[in-house]
């Protein structure tokens, strides 16, 4: 889950994460855990929601067991790259409601040294 960006002759590189289960597996709430476990690393996390999404909470991602944390709602994945830049860690909450193009977009953030979770 760190980054390893302080090796010599190394270029920094995130990874990409995905969690996936059956409905009320519990994939919102491993999400929320491991998004709140960088954050006791004092890691910079972003989390993101799409805009279609607004079951519990418009500025939260909620698990069916009410546990929450605070996101961003972006109609477009490319949104994403643009919100992303001073961050260490992404969580993207119901990937399969954005568009093709997030794809492109979680490649193009763990290039840029940032892990997802999805």
């Not at 995130?14 to 491993?30: A, C, D, R, Y």
């Not at 992303?84 to 568009?99: N, P, T």
């Amino acid at each position: 889950m760190f980054i390893e960006g302080n090796l010599p002759n190394s270029r920094k590189r995130g990874w990409i994460e995905v969690i996936s289960g059956s409905m009320f597996s519990g994939k919102t709430e491993e999400l929320i855990r491991r998004l709140r476990r960088a954050e006791i690393a004092r890691q910079k996390v972003e989390i993101f929601k799409p805009g279609i999404d607004l079951r519990y909470s418009a500025t939260e991602v909620v698990s069916h067991d009410d546990k929450s944390i605070r996101s961003t709602t972006v109609d477009h994945s490319a949104t994403i790259l643009l919100l992303s830049g001073d961050v260490d860690v992404v969580g993207i909450d119901e990937a399969q409601f954005f568009d093709p193009g997030l794809i492109d977009v979680c490649n193009q953030l763990a290039n840029m040294g940032i892990l997802q979770f999805e």
